[in-house]
């Protein structure tokens, strides 16, 4: 069984600012995906980044980018330049690599709230 | 396009009444997840669905939940003599039946909020 651990329940950054959320796993597969989402309030979840575990280069969206570290089994988000509308529940989640025609699960850790400020 | 819908919304009731929540995946979508969040919680995993058939119902956390998929498209969750404990953000999600990456990309919905009184 796969766990996903996230340590810090919240987190404030200033607006322009750069903020890190942390997040840990512990699995045995060795073809994975770990994401990161994003839940507003209005409790849509959204995709905010992805990294496949065979890749050795970290994934980086605009102004979201993760520090990916198999060995120590840690995945986490940077945020760049904070923003107001930034602010929201960050979910790290795992998924194991699935043959073609089935699907997986996604386990989540329990959230960072991240505030931005002025 | 339309994304994942859920209703109700929001959801209010009596200890021991069933409730049914619903789920209308992207069009197209072949797999439907549930997943339950608590307060303070994470998403905890109860059932996916690969079109009607559901291979995996390892997380439904007791014979009082249940869930179905008819014609490949909506879902239903139902609840059974519901208790304090259940109340929570019950959301779905779907994603499309192209798994060449590896993965299935999750859509979710923005959840139904159930609160047991």
């Known amino acids: 069984a796969q766990t996903v651990t996230q340590s810090q329940p919240e987190m404030s950054v200033q607006e322009a600012e750069t903020v890190t959320l942390s997040c840990t796993y512990d699995?045995?597969?060795?073809?994975?995906?770990l994401f990161w989402y994003k839940q507003p309030p209005s409790r849509q979840m959204i995709l905010v980044i992805r990294?496949?575990?065979?890749?050795?280069q970290n994934a980086t969206e605009n102004r979201f980018s993760v520090n990916f570290q198999k060995a120590a089994k840690s995945f986490s988000l940077k945020i760049s330049d904070s923003q107001l509308g930034d602010t929201a529940m960050y979910f790290c989640?795992?998924?194991?690599?699935?043959?073609?025609?089935?699907?997986?699960?996604?386990?989540f850790g329990t959230g960072t709230r991240l505030q931005v400020t002025l | 396009g339309a994304g994942v819908s859920q209703s109700p919304s929001n959801k209010v009731t009596e200890k021991g009444k069933d409730v049914e929540l619903r789920c209308d995946p992207i069009?197209?979508?072949?797999?439907l997840y549930w997943y339950r969040q608590s307060l303070g919680q994470g998403l905890e995993f109860l059932i996916y669905?690969?079109?009607?058939?559901?291979?995996?119902k390892s997380g439904l956390p007791s014979d009082r939940f249940s869930a179905e998929r008819t014609g490949g498209s909506v879902s239903t969750l139902t609840i059974q003599r519901t208790q304090q404990e259940d109340s929570a953000v019950y959301l779905c999600?779907?994603?499309?039946?192209?798994?060449?990456?590896?993965?299935?990309?999750?859509?979710f919905g923005p959840g139904t909020r159930l609160t047991v009184t």
């Open positions: 669905f690969q079109g009607n058939s559901a291979p995996d």
């Open positions: 989640a795992f998924m194991k690599h699935v043959a073609t025609g089935t699907a997986s699960k996604l386990t």
């Open positions: 990294q496949e575990a065979y890749k050795q």
């Open positions: 699995t045995s597969e060795n073809n994975y995906y």
């Open positions: 069009s197209g979508h072949t797999a």
């Open positions: 999600a779907s994603s499309p039946p192209d798994l060449l990456a590896g993965y299935n990309e999750q859509y």
